[in-house]
């Protein structure tokens, strides 16, 4: 097993199992606030599941079966993580928000407690994975920071429940901290999404890239300009170019292709037409 396996298996066993105790622990303690951090530790077990299993998927190499590759497994991780977060963050803030004004008694030595042990766990946890770059390690670094501020939050609620009974914000801090998951994560999952959905990269000005090869010697027009990204990182494109005749074609190709890959299009396919005629043959379904 590889380091990298090792520490996200090690995540994600150190998240799966003090998300149960989270929960159970949260009925004990009638805590909402601990309840809403079980949701969100379970959601970060099952992003670390995924990311061990495909993270390995998509280091395969291209085969027949999938012909562009497999880096979109990294995204499909980081979309079912993502719906994890929103659900479980939408049914607590449905189930919590009543609570705010009918607040049950917390035990907060006991939220206390958890809350220091949460915070070391969760720390230790995104030093593993931080050093990742893939589109689903990033949300899970994320998901971990936004953790820990969590339960300082919890921790801070308990100190103050030990002078005062305003229970209330127990159930109103389970609501901010499904609120902030929400923020995060559904900018995300829609980002994601688009990704997904093969929407041209944001960090690409098309527009001014076809401008600039249409100006090449030999170029009369870009007629078909294809981008999309893999992963977030990895983007990929195809042209279709009416050209003049007589024009180089393997040089007015290898200038497209530098032009390309200083735009961070690391692979690019080029057709090459001699007529608006040839270009609707080669489009032709």
Same mark, same amino acid.
């Given at each position: 097993?590889?380091?990298?396996? =090792? ?12 998300? *149960? ?19 969100? +530790? ?20 291209? +085969? ?12 499909? $991780?980081?979309?079912?993580? $993502? ?25 907060? @030595? ?8 949460? *915070? ?10 931080? =050093? ?43 609501? $901010? ?6 923020? @995060? ?13 093969? =929407? ?20 009369? @027009? ?20 009416? *050209? ?10 290898? @200038? *497209? ?6 735009? =961070? ?21």
């Amino acid at each position: 097993m590889h380091k990298h396996s =090792k520490t996200t298996f090690m995540a994600f066993v150190l998240n799966l199992s003090f998300a *149960i105790l989270e929960a159970i622990f949260g009925v004990l303690f009638q805590s909402s606030a601990v309840l809403a951090d079980a949701v969100h +530790d379970f959601g970060d077990a099952m992003a670390i599941g995924l990311s061990a299993y495909l993270e390995k998927v998509s280091t395969k190499q291209t +085969d027949l079966r999938y012909t562009l590759g497999y880096q979109r497994f990294t995204i499909l $991780a980081a979309l079912v993580t $993502a719906s994890i977060l929103i659900t479980g963050s939408t049914f607590l803030i449905i189930e919590n928000t009543p609570k705010i004004f009918n607040p049950p008694v917390v035990n907060h @030595q006991g939220t206390f407690v958890l809350a220091l042990l949460a *915070i070391a766990i969760n720390g230790f946890a995104a030093h593993l994975v931080h =050093k990742g770059h893939s589109a689903n390690q990033q949300i899970l670094t994320l998901h971990f920071l936004e953790d820990i501020l969590g339960w300082v939050a919890v921790l801070l609620v308990s100190i103050l429940l030990q002078f005062t009974d305003w229970y209330f914000l127990d159930p109103l801090l389970s609501v $901010a901290i499904s609120f902030f998951i929400l923020s @995060q994560s559904l900018p995300k999952f829609l980002n994601n999404l688009q990704i997904f959905l093969e =929407k041209a990269p944001e960090d690409l000005n098309l527009e001014a890239l076809r401008r600039q090869i249409e100006t090449m010697d030999g170029v009369h @027009q870009v007629t078909q300009f294809n981008a999309w990204t893999m992963d977030g990182q990895r983007h990929i494109a195809m042209l279709h170019l009416h *050209i003049e005749t007589g024009t180089d074609e393997r040089l007015l190709k290898d @200038q *497209i292709h530098h032009l390309l890959e200083a735009h =961070k299009i690391a692979e690019s396919a080029i057709e090459l037409d001699y007529s608006s005629l040839e270009h609707q043959h080669h489009t032709k379904l």
